[in-house]
C-alpha cells in the first residue's frame, strides 16, 4: 500500500489525476477505469477534464464502470448515481456514453442484475484503475462493514451513518434509499490499481482504520491492505490519526524518480 500526503486538498486531486492518467497511458488496448461517485473524487475528475482538454490523454475510447447505485429512486432521479456520474464523469471527461455503466438499481430482477455487471466487467477486459473514496465508517463503494471481504456485487442495505451523511443530497432523511446495488469488495479488489483519495477530518478515523487497522470487515476499506498496488492520496487533515505519517511523507520524498507518476 502506497500512502501519500497532500498538503492540501487540491493537490490529493491532481495527484490522484496523474496515478490516472498513468494508468490510462500505459494501457495498451481501451482504458478501463472504475469511477465512484461522492464529493472525494471530485477534484480528481476536474484535475482529469483539464488533462483531457490539454491532449495529454484520450479517454474517448475508454470504458467506464461505476461502483454503486441507489434502490429505489425512479430512473433520472438528480441524485441517482447513474445521473451524478453522466454529470461529474462521463460529460467532463468526454467519454462515450455507451462505454460508460453503473449498477442497474432499477432493475426488476435486482438479484440477476449483479451478475449482469460482473460480467459487463469482464466482458470489458476488467478495470484497469478503481478510483474509491472512503465513508466515514470505512465503507467502499456501499459495502458497509461486516461486508464479505470477497463479496461480488449485490444489493445491500445501507448503514444509518451512511443515510445520515447522504442526507445533505436530499430534502428529507426519508428520501434517502435504504437499499443499493454495488461492487462487492472482491469485484473491486479485482480491479489492476486501486486510488482512493480521501480529504478532511471526518475522515481521519476511516483513514486510520483502512490503512493502519487490522484486514477486517468491520472496516471495508482495510481489505486493500490486500491490493498488489494500491494507492491511498489524502490530505493533512485525513491523516490527523495515521502513527506512521511521517514515514508515509520519508517514503514518498525518497520516491526514485522511475516510481512517480507526478511528473
Ligand atoms: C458514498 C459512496 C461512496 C463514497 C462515500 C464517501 O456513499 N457510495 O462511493 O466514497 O460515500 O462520500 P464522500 O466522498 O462524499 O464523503
Known amino acids: 500500500m502506497e500512502i501519500i500526503i497532500c498538503s492540501d ?6 495527484l490522484a489525476a496523474a496515478k490516472l492518467a498513468r494508468v490510462v497511458r500505459d494501457a495498451t488496448s481501451a482504458p478501463v477505469l472504475g ?5 472525494s ?5 476536474l484535475a482529469l477534464a483539464r488533462l483531457v482538454a490539454a491532449g495529454k490523454i484520450d479517454l474517448s ?3 467506464a ?11 433520472g432521479h438528480p441524485e441517482s448515481y447513474a ?7 462521463t460529460e467532463p471527461l468526454g467519454l462515450d ?10 432493475a426488476t430482477d435486482l438479484e440477476a442484475a449483479g451478475p449482469a455487471y460482473e460480467a459487463a466487467i469482464k466482458a470489458a477486459g476488467g478495470v484497469d484503475v478503481q478510483l474509491l473514496g472512503v465513508g466515514a465508517n470505512g465503507h467502499i463503494g456501499f459495502n458497509e462493514p461486516t461486508s464479505s471481504l470477497s463479496s461480488r456485487t449485490r444489493i445491500k442495505t445501507l448503514a444509518t451513518r451512511t443515510r445520515l451523511d447522504n442526507q445533505r ?8 434509499p435504504n437499499h443499493c446495488l454495488t461492487q462487492g469488495l472482491g469485484t473491486i479488489m479485482d480491479a489492476r490499481h486501486v486510488v482512493l483519495v480521501a480529504q478532511g477530518e471526518s475522515k481521519a478515523r476511516a483513514i486510520r482504520g483502512l490503512v493502519e487497522g487490522p484486514v477486517t470487515a468491520m472496516c471495508p476499506g482495510s481489505v486493500l491492505q490486500l491490493h498488489p498496488h494500491a494507492t491511498i492520496i489524502i490530505d493533512e487533515q485525513a491523516a490527523r490519526q495515521l502513527t506512521l505519517a511521517d514515514y508515509y511523507r520519508d517514503t514518498y520524498a525518497k520516491k526514485p524518480s522511475w516510481q512517480r507518476f507526478d511528473q
Open 65 to 75: 464502470f461505476a461502483l454503486d447505485e441507489y434502490v429505489g429512486l425512479p430512473a
Open 97 to 106: 456514453p455507451a462505454r460508460v455503466r453503473c449498477p442497474d438499481g432499477f
Open 61 to 63: 475510447q475508454a470504458y
Open 83 to 89: 445521473e451524478v456520474i453522466r454529470t461529474t464523469v
Open 169 to 176: 443530497f436530499f430534502a428529507h432523511l426519508d428520501e434517502v
Open 9 to 14: 486538498a487540491s493537490g490529493v486531486g491532481e
Open 35 to 39: 469511477v465512484a461517485t461522492g464529493s
Open 41 to 45: 473524487p471530485l477534484r480528481a475528475y
